[in-house]
């Protein structure tokens, strides 16, 4: 496995409109396998989370595009940036920075309404940023007042995708997962460390997460060019084994 380094520095340029066709075509491909791995209970959001083993794997980057691939198809999203940690949100999507999900959580922000992102990128995608940092994101994502969130906006959208913290580093990703329809895990080519996803999924199995597929991110294409995704569903795959497209 190569070093962990990132490849781009202008991260808005692999998000929505100005993926690719290929890469396009990939989180559409994902878009479709979700429609049918998860559940959708009557006129209740499915909650999708995206988690990894380790940081940089691409979870922010799936997440954004598989939301964006969604609302394209005229499904309402919403996206929350569960990373309480190290936000990138405001970054990728050049939003200004915001209070959000650790202001609701805290008590601090009661105004949800105030802090949904209407419509960014694309219509019917909304956004919720992670907020101010707060001393304890675990305690906060696993509390009552999360999971209350969770119950008042399930009737408002299609599907809820939260965008979260690697397992292998923190907790953060298994203390939700009980809120979680389907656990997507991010493996990055010549990236993702076998013994990492290991222990990931050992996490994961533990808390009875509802893992229903991986996305292999930045798989090699046919010409050799850095690509995007590829999911395969949970049980079909052997872990992050390489493949060659
Ligand atoms: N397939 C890809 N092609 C090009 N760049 C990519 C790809 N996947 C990820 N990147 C880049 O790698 C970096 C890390 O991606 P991203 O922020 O999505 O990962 P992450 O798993 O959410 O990281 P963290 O754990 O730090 O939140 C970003 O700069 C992103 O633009
Ligand atoms: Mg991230």
Redesign the pocket.
Same mark, same amino acid.
């Not at 691409?58 to 997440?63: D, I, N």
């Not at 850095?226 to 995704?229: A, F, L, N, R, T």
């Given at each position: 496995m190569s070093k962990k380094t990132?490849?781009?520095?202008d991260?808005s340029?692999?998000?929505g409109s100005k993926l690719n066709f290929s890469?396009k075509e990939a989180y559409n491909l994902l878009r479709t396998n979700i429609m049918f791995s998860v559940r959708r209970e009557d006129r209740r959001a499915r909650i999708l989370g995206v988690t990894?083993s380790?940081?940089? @794997?691409?979870?922010?980057?799936?997440?954004?595009n598989l939301a964006y691939s969604l609302a394209e198809n005229n499904y309402k999203v919403l996206i929350m940036e569960c990373?309480l940690r190290?936000p990138?949100f405001a970054k990728?999507l050049k939003l200004p920075p915001s209070a959000g999900l650790s202001n609701i959580l805290a008590g601090i922000e009661t105004d949800q309404q105030n802090l949904l992102h209407k419509d960014v990128l694309i219509k019917g995608l909304n956004i919720v940023q992670a907020g101010d940092i707060p001393p304890n994101p675990s305690e906060l994502l696993g509390s009552k007042q999360f999971q209350a969130l969770m119950n008042s906006l399930v009737p408002y959208y299609d599907f809820i995708i939260l965008?979260l913290?690697?397992v292998g @580093?923190v907790t953060d990703a298994l203390v939700v997962s009980e809120q979680v329809d389907g656990m997507i895990v991010?493996v990055?080519q010549d990236y993702t460390n076998q013994s990492d996803l290991n222990y990931t999924m050992r996490q994961l199995e533990l808390v009875d997460a509802k893992v229903v597929g991986f996305v292999y991110?930045?798989a090699a294409g046919k010409k050799g060019k850095?690509?995007?995704?590829k999911y395969k569903k949970y049980g079909k795959y052997a872990y992050a084994k390489k493949r060659d497209s």
């Open positions: 990132n490849r781009v520095t991260q340029s692999f998000i890469g990894s380790v940081h940089g @794997e691409g979870k922010s980057l799936t997440s954004i990373d190290l990138t990728k965008d913290p690697p @580093e991010v990055r991110n930045g850095y690509g995007y995704g």
